[in-house]
């Protein structure tokens, strides 16, 4: 923990600046090539996509858990 007196001046998580993102962005082209880059952004936005559905999908029978309203199989628990 900090001392009262000692202020902190950068956030504990920073966003690179656009003069750190130039380095990154010319190695990713010079490991995976500019042909190659459309495709792995296309695959990366899908994956994201179905993790926040299954996040939902797992929200939504958690839910129905918590509220009764059965355990999603149609079936009755069993002890």
Known sequence: MLHPAIERTEPLLAIPSIAEMWPILVI???LFGAR???ELARAMG???TQFRKGL???TEDDQKA???SGGGDG???KD
Do not use: F, H, Q
């Open 28 to 30: 990713v082209v010079l």
């Open 36 to 38: 190659k880059l459309p």
């Open 46 to 48: 899908t994956s994201i």
């Open 56 to 58: 939902e999908a797992a």
């Open 66 to 68: 918590v509220d009764g």
């Open 75 to 77: 079936e009755p628990a």
